[in-house]
């Protein structure tokens, strides 16, 4: 181990090029400036300078220590900083559902960064279904996504209509089969809209299945079929079908939550958590 006191005055004597002059950069006398150098050379085993009483040089192995001590003491430097500065530290691993990501998603993280800029974020975008799997599974500290039907697990934040989306100029025959765009199970909406057309008896059959986000924009956009998203989550150019020229039933309503698998919050999850209610401020109220 180098000791950083001893590198320190090396990189004087070498910097100013003697021992006189680094005693005075240093505050200290020319003896001490002399003794760390000879505890240094004895640590790495090699003579670090050439000296004669008007010249002082480093030697090969001098100039190769030059480089090791400047980066032994910027790292501990960044360690001593890290260390003692204020503020939270750790990893915080987040599970947020494909609808969130073009909306919430990006002023929340970037409103935590500013708060705690020390703590990591390891983000996993999937399915609200799949996001809970892995909650509970142990894979995920907090996920940020819609709710089964019928739990009541996760802290309500806001609850959003359900829509029927498509293209602008989007037509659809009251007696034509629905031509749906949906994610793949175990998507919260897909089940819900197949449901709701289960119970209205009306038929329907799958136009496209996406796992992302803009492969179901890109579909409905094309007029591959109609969508089903909260209103407050719409993604861009897609608009709501009118239901009753389409003959579609209403869809209702999702809530979306915050869930942990821990009952209380400590440190950088409860941190993240606090931030993404406070970006979450609409009433949580059921739709008409």
Partial sequence: MFDPVLLKTFLAVAETGGFTPA?????????????????????????????????????????????????????????????????LRGRVRLGVSEDLVLGRLPEILRRFRTGHPLVDVELTVELSGILHDRLAAGELDLVFAKRRNGEADGHPLWRDRLVWAGAPGFALGPDEPVPLVLYPPPSITRAQALDTLRQAGREWRIGCASGRLNGLRAAALAGLGVAVFARSVLPSGLVPVDPEAAALPDPGAVTFVLTSRRPTLHGPIAALADTIGRECPEPLTAPP
């Fill in 23 to 87: 005693a005075r950069r240093l505050e200290l006398s020319q003896s001490t400036v002399s003794q760390h150098v000879r505890r240094l050379e004895a640590v790495a085993g090699k003579q670090l300078f050439v000296r004669d009483t008007h010249t002082v040089e480093l030697t090969g192995d001098g100039q190769a220590m030059t480089g090791f001590a400047r980066n032994i003491l910027e790292q501990q430097e960044r360690a001593l900083s890290y260390f003692a500065g204020p503020g």
